[in-house]
């Protein structure tokens, strides 16, 4: 459910990011050796008073979708450039592999849906929506949307500074 039909009295922006993480395409986040990648374009628009969504997605591939992370078969394979969200659903999900993607939105859906390398991709929910690929998000770290399964939100731990920006 979109938050305008949640708080129809309520005006929401829709406001267009790009960081530091976003453009530098063809190393692995965890090499890259700088901090605040992803945070530094989001603290000055806090600053602002824009906000982001932090929450997790998970995409599938078109011949895993209805499935969820717990229904796909050992050694699925998942992509995601985030090292926190591999360990946490390596955690949970022992019987699945996790991969490195990289690229913007359009590159790691095209990966996804057009070579059999991943069963299925974790982004941050606010890309795919800011882009209204909504409709391809097939779990979430915590939702009250239709059709989109929940995961259990005791595993989803945020990356530390959300919680930071979350207080400011």
Request: aromatic fraction near 4%.
């Given at each position: 459910m979109m938050l305008r039909e949640l708080y129809p009295d309520l005006c929401f922006e829709i406001v267009a990011m790009s960081t530091t993480g976003d453009k530098i395409l063809d190393t692995a986040l965890s090499k890259i050796g700088e901090k605040s990648l992803f945070t530094k374009e989001?603290?000055?628009?806090?600053?602002?008073?824009?906000?982001?969504?932090?929450?997790?997605?998970?995409?599938?591939?078109?011949?895993?979708?209805?499935?969820?992370?717990?229904?796909?078969?050992?050694?699925?394979?998942?992509?995601?450039?985030?090292?926190?969200?591999?360990?946490?659903?390596?955690?949970?999900?022992?019987?699945?592999?996790?991969?490195?993607?990289?690229?913007?939105?359009?590159?790691?859906?095209?990966?996804?849906?057009?070579?059999?390398d991943f069963s299925a991709i974790v982004l941050a929910a606010a890309g795919l929506k800011r882009m209204g690929w909504e409709d391809r998000i097939g779990q979430v770290r915590l939702s009250k949307a239709k059709n989109t399964s929940v995961l259990e939100t005791g595993i989803w731990l945020l990356f530390p500074v959300f919680w930071t920006v979350q207080l400011e």
């Open positions: 989001l603290e000055n628009a806090l600053e602002r008073n824009e906000r982001e969504n932090p929450l997790d997605a998970v995409v599938f591939h078109p011949k895993n979708c209805g499935k969820t992370l717990s229904l796909l078969p050992e050694k699925s394979v998942i992509g995601t450039s985030s090292l926190r969200r591999a360990a946490q659903l390596k955690k949970k999900f022992p019987h699945l592999e996790f991969r490195d993607i990289r690229g913007n939105l359009n590159t790691r859906l095209k990966k996804l849906d057009e070579k059999e």
